[in-house]
């Protein structure tokens, strides 16, 4: 071999060895996803499924992508994570959940309607989350949700935001009549009812001071007078089955609700021929209040073309000194028979890659970014404090220290059962009116059967 051989050789030999070191540093200075024919190992990969009907995909996405983010990172396991968002029909979700989970193909996670989550637990078809304490939950998340979400001492779900019923009120309709405030009481709601309520010549409401009192033609009907009962210190239903339903301040509470729609009262300003409640207050303008959730403000911007000038109050106490508000969330629980895919080099199980998801989530700087995108206030109470001087949700973060509910495992099977003895007693037919008591007992008697 001469001499110029050997330097060709050596040359070459130099080269690769400069190639297979360049690739081996990861190719700088383009990096190794620029790296030509560099392939880096594929991370073990994980999928999840989220069911929920009340929220869409861009309520999660933004929490679904950093939790991806942070999963990828080596400190954290290093591991892809899929998690699918499913909105799913609210009509006949429970159904759907069922027949999922038959066939093998439920979802991981799913939110379910507050007061349901103790009888999921009770079928053993949910798991608990190991990852906090009792008395940390108590001092996280808001009073309503530990006689929801904790059972037989264990926690069930971490709630991501509360509503709260708030009042909507037309402020054009309030300055005509001298209103500068909102009213802060029932007996100071009476009074703006009476006033704002306008009547023809034969005494038809053709303006209703505010939409309440109804059942069918009212939205949440059943969730006002529950209010009106909890503010009365009743219990309604509670997990023991003691109900306060038959007792005189129930009646007392129930026909102060109805006698909104009572002819006979200094305050009549509904009945059961009036049109739906939102579309009387949003669309037709022929309602000056209405009490309603968060979630209604889109609806009713909506429905008014963003052209009705209304503000929103807290819902009226009894007691001002011992306020009384009415709750109603979504938790997201973790199935104990999923659908959930996985590589072998995963050790976490599917519930436990589950539940760090929604303990991620969970966290405030995350829960944020969920309450941004899906316009709710807070579950945790220290977030709530804060925002509760806030514009838009601020009045409903304000009430959910103070809010309460009720016992109601089938909450379909309560609201109608109730909205039906709201109906009778109110019911212009005089065929299908009943008194007042004998519409609570039989009401009393079907809620016993849950």
Partial sequence: MNKKQFILIFAFVVIIILIVGWYTVGCPPLGKDRCPFFRSPRAPAASLTFWSPVDDAA????????????????ENGGIEINISFKNKNLNNYQQQLVDAQLAGKGPDIFAVFHTWAPEYQRQNRIVPFQGMSVSEFKNTFAKVTRDDLIIDGQIYALPMYID?????????????????????????????????????????????GAAIGGGTNINRSVDILSLMLLQSGLSIFDRSGRSDLNTAKAYEAIEFYTDFANPQKRYY????????????FAT????????????????????????????????PQLNEKDKVNYAQ???PLVARNGSCSKDDQIAASCQELAWEFLDFAARPENVQLYLKAANKP????????????????????????TAKSWHHP??????????????????TDEEKRKPLNQAVNYAASKLGGY
């Fill in 269 to 280: 300003t509904w009945n059961d021929q009036l049109d739906y409640s939102i579309d009387m």
């Fill in 329 to 331: 969330y979504w938790a």
């Fill in 284 to 315: 037709e303008r022929k309602a000056a209040m209405m009490i309603n959730y968060t979630h209604h403000i889109g609806n009713v911007d909506k429905k008014s073309e963003g052209k009705l000038d209304y503000k929103i109050a807290p819902v």
């Fill in 410 to 427: 089938n909450n379909i099977h309560s609201d109608r059962i109730l909205t039906e003895m709201i109906n009778s007693i109110i019911a």
């Fill in 164 to 208: 709260t019923l708030a009042l909507f009120y037309n402020e054009d309709m309030f300055l005509n009549e001298g209103f500068l405030e909102p009213p802060k009481t029932w007996d100071e709601f009476v009074d703006y009812t009476e006033k704002l309520t306008r009547y023809d010549k034969r005494g038809n409401i053709t303006r209703a």
């Fill in 378 to 401: 807070p579950a945790i109470m220290s977030l709530a404090n804060s925002m509760s001087a806030s514009e838009g949700t601020g009045v409903f973060a304000g009430q959910v220290l």
């Fill in 59 to 74: 309520a999660w996405q933004g929490i679904i992508q950093k939790f991806q983010s942070h999963k990828l990172k080596t």
